[in-house]
């Protein structure tokens, strides 16, 4: 027996007459006839009573119509969830970040968009430090990954550029620096510069005002990076996003005049992903 058999006989047994069920079915009604037949010689029993314009449920039919119509149920629910799957509707997704992803507000935008869009995928979304996520994303320990670009990528993955925003410099709020008017690269030259992860803005910033920089620690996230500043370790350039979203005492953030430093976000991803969640998420994101 298969799942059209036990299709036939509900069939049967709700319209009590197989001329009527065979209609309903799209088939003749000796050929509905015959695939009961072969029902109840499989089973070995009797399913319906014939009598000479309807039928009834015999015991054993009966039984049978609770168990059948839960079968019918499950498979075309499995049916249902092999093709929202397919489609994308279903699935689960593993997304790393780094921090300045959220402080932005991008990250919260673009997962609220894919969550009413999909409410039944999955996400497990949790930050990283930014030199692992490509090769989490290369190794599947993460499908898609925020990070601050510029930066080299492993061959395999592509990135979508997104929001691009300028650096302000994080100071101790007694340094020197903070008595000027405004702050110039320029002078910036005998400062001790603590890196965040992405250290392309120090390096412009430096490059702008002629001189190589005195490179401090680097502690790691954002908020390790202006905890460094806030106990005097140092001047940091970091993005605008920053400003309002990290605040610890002892630190100021001021403009850097004539700064043209820019970063942006970017989503990475595999460049042959399977999974039809991930593609559904990554075409969301380039249709933005």
């Known amino acids: 027996m298969d799942i059209r058999h036990f299709r036939y006989f509900l069939a049967v047994a709700r ?25 109840e010689s499989e089973l070995g029993t009797r399913l319906f009573l014939r009598e000479q314009r309807e039928v009834s449920l ?28 397919g489609r994308g509707d279903l699935g689960h997704i593993e997304l790393g970040y780094v921090a300045s992803a959220v ?3 991008l990250l919260q935008k673009q997962l609220q968009a894919f969550a009413r869009e999909c409410p039944d995928v999955s996400l497990n979304v949790r930050e990283s430090p930014m030199a692992a996520l490509p090769g989490m994303v290369v190794d599947g320990r993460f499908d898609i990954g925020y990070v601050r670009s510029p930066m080299p990528l492993p061959e395999g993955l592509e990135a ?5 925003e300028g650096f302000v410099l994080a100071l101790p709020d007694d340094s ?18 603590i890196l965040p992860e992405q250290i392309n803005g120090t390096l412009q910033v430096a490059a702008q005002g002629g001189f190589a920089p005195n490179l401090g620690a680097q502690p790691g996230g954002l908020v390790a990076v202006i905890a460094l500043v806030s106990l005097g ?8 996003s920053v400003v309002g979203h990290v605040g610890l005492p002892g630190v100021v953030y001021r403009p850097i ?21 991930v593609a559904r998420y990554i075409e969301q994101i380039k249709k933005r």
């Open 176 to 193: 020197w620096l903070c008595r000027l008017p405004q702050i110039s690269p320029a002078h910036l030259q005998n400062e001790t510069f």
């Open 160 to 164: 979508i550029g997104l929001d691009a």
């Open 58 to 85: 015999t015991e054993a039919g009966a039984a049978l119509v609770i168990e059948a119509e839960a079968t019918v149920r499950q498979f075309e629910f499995a049916q249902r969830s092999a093709q929202r799957a």
């Open 15 to 39: 319209q009590r007459n197989f001329t009527r069920a065979a209609e309903q079915l799209g088939i003749a009604p000796p050929t509905l006839s015959r695939q009961i037949q072969d029902m």
């Open 233 to 240: 370790q140092g001047v940091a350039v970091v993005p605008e």
């Open 103 to 105: 402080y932005s507000g």
């Open 257 to 277: 005049a004539g700064c043209e430093a820019s970063s942006w976000l970017s989503m990475i991803y595999r460049r042959f992903e399977k999974s039809p969640a």
